[in-house]
């Protein structure tokens, strides 16, 4: 579903229009964080089905993904969690018919790049210092006549990071939502309903490989982040 404009905002030169996809993004934050506050409110000793289902997701997070950060793991957790939660529900919102996608736009994917960009600076500076953070970005034993050429490469290399995490998430969940929209189209487009179970059939074949896929995006764009802040934190 394309992105359409619900409310115009504009405040001291910024766009902040209200859109179906904003809409969405407001969606998937409030569903996550009822789902976590009300898993958490009571805890059991034997937890019931939706306590279970937030200790998998949490331990999977913890396991999977926190696994590769040494320092201070646990504090690290919480992030990693509302990452990957949050992700994960707008992927499987915008597999709603009338729901915008969100995650199947730049401008969501960008800013959750650029929050994980100045989280790893931020981690970098903390641990090492600013002097220290950008030493890091320098191999060890480089000659003094080639940091010319190796400073520059590895700013590129930094801001790839986000770049490439923006881009992956996007591209992904677009596509998907290409194919469905072309597989269901083709009913427009012959005017038969004889042909009516093909695209019925191809629906329900990559519906749920889109299901699968927004797992896995969810699961890649928080494994990278974890990574990448246990590089900040070790300095190299």
């Known amino acids: 579903m394309r992105q359409k404009t619900l409310l115009p905002l504009n ?12 809409i969405t993004v407001w969606l998937a934050t409030l569903l996550v964080f009822l789902f976590f506050y009300l898993t958490s409110r009571r805890l059991q000793t034997i937890p019931g089905k939706a ?36 992700i994960l529900a707008n992927n499987l919102l915008a597999l709603i018919p009338g729901i915008a996608s969100s995650t199947g736009n730049i401008n969501t994917t960008a800013a959750l790049a650029l929050i994980v960009f ?7 500076i903390t641990k090492h210092g600013m002097i220290g953070h950008l030493k890091s970005l320098v191999p060890e034993g480089v000659p003094f006549f080639l940091l010319p050429l190796m400073v520059p490469i ?12 923006a881009i992956r998430l996007f591209a992904n969940m677009f ?16 005017k038969n309903y004889f042909i009516l179970p093909l695209p019925v059939a191809g629906e329900v074949i990559i519906l749920a490989f889109e299901i699968f896929i927004s797992l ?15 590089i900040a934190q070790e300095g190299h």
Do not use: C, M
């Open 11 to 22: 405040f001291f030169g910024f766009d902040l229009t209200i859109t179906n996809g904003v």
């Open 51 to 86: 306590q279970n289902l937030a200790e998998i997701l949490v331990l999977f997070v913890r396991d999977e993904v926190g696994g590769q950060i040494e320092r201070d793991r646990e504090k690290w957790l919480p992030f990693l969690v509302a990452i990957f939660s949050f």
């Open 118 to 124: 100045l989280v790893v600076q931020a981690t970098g």
């Open 154 to 165: 590895e700013l590129i290399g930094q801001l790839a990071r986000p770049f490439s995490l």
């Open 175 to 190: 596509a998907g939502h290409a194919v469905l929209l072309t597989i269901i189209s083709l009913l427009f487009i012959f």
């Open 216 to 230: 896995i995006q969810a699961f890649i764009f928080t494994y990278l982040t974890g990574l990448y802040i246990a």
